[in-house]
Antibody, heavy 120, light 107 residues
């Protein structure tokens, strides 16, 4: 059974940093791209970042480029999101999602989410 | 690529046929997925490639469309179907974009 478990969400001051983790199990982690998707309070879904299975290709939404860094440790089956220079508009539930194997791509499994609150 | 869903919300009764529309700002072929999200829960993939049913999804759900116009139809709404539905384009992957969502509420 595929499981994705996020952690690391917290209350942080504007300008602060936070690292999110997503522990994966139930599939061959290194074979799949992984993404982070966020959802602000009462808002819709926003794609944040994606990393390839090997970790050699990454991409970011313009809203986080230069502030967030996605990475993965395939030996630990874990996905990360390092978030720096946090702003109030980054307040959201952050989900990690597995990119499905079929084409066209989709997010076939999601974690339960972790809440990041940016406030003084 | 901008994705526009309509309506943003709708009220329906159990047994109703419900259709949600998603429009892309440019042609995305059939690179269109639909997700269901219930309050406090993660989204769940329902339909991929515009019309393919994800494993385990009831057959009352169907998707259609290509190019810029897509729709999700629930043939006979069940109590567990009250939720918010999002379309997602993956034509420009990894720079995917989601529609604004359609909340299906009980009348």
């Amino acid at each position: 059974e595929v499981q994705l478990l996020e952690s690391g969400g917290d209350l942080v001051q504007p300008g602060g940093s936070l690292r999110l983790s997503c522990a994966a199990s139930g599939f061959t982690f290194s074979s799949y791209a992984m993404s982070w998707v966020r959802q602000g309070p009462g808002k819709g879904l926003e794609w944040v970042s994606t990393i390839s299975g090997s970790g050699d290709r990454v991409d970011y939404a313009d809203s986080v480029k230069g502030r967030f860094t996605i990475s993965r440790d395939n030996s630990k089956n874990t996905l990360y999101l390092q978030m720096n220079s946090l702003r109030g508009e980054d307040t959201a539930v952050f989900y990690c999602a597995k990119v499905g194997a079929i084409t066209p791509p989709n997010f076939d499994y999601w974690g339960q989410g972790t809440l990041v609150t940016v406030s003084s | 690529i901008q994705m526009t869903q309509s309506p943003s919300s709708l009220s329906a009764s159990v047994g109703d046929r419900v259709t949600i529309t998603c429009r892309a700002s440019q042609s995305i072929s059939r690179y269109l997925n639909w997700y269901q999200q219930k309050p406090g829960k993660a989204p769940k993939l329902m339909i991929y490639a515009a019309s393919a049913l994800q494993n385990g999804v009831p057959s009352r759900f169907s998707g259609s469309g290509s190019g810029t116009e897509f729709s999700l139809t629930i043939s006979s709404l069940q109590p567990e179907d009250f939720a918010t539905y999002y379309c997602q384009q993956t034509y420009s992957t990894p720079r995917d974009t989601f529609g604004g969502g359609t909340k299906v509420e009980m009348k």
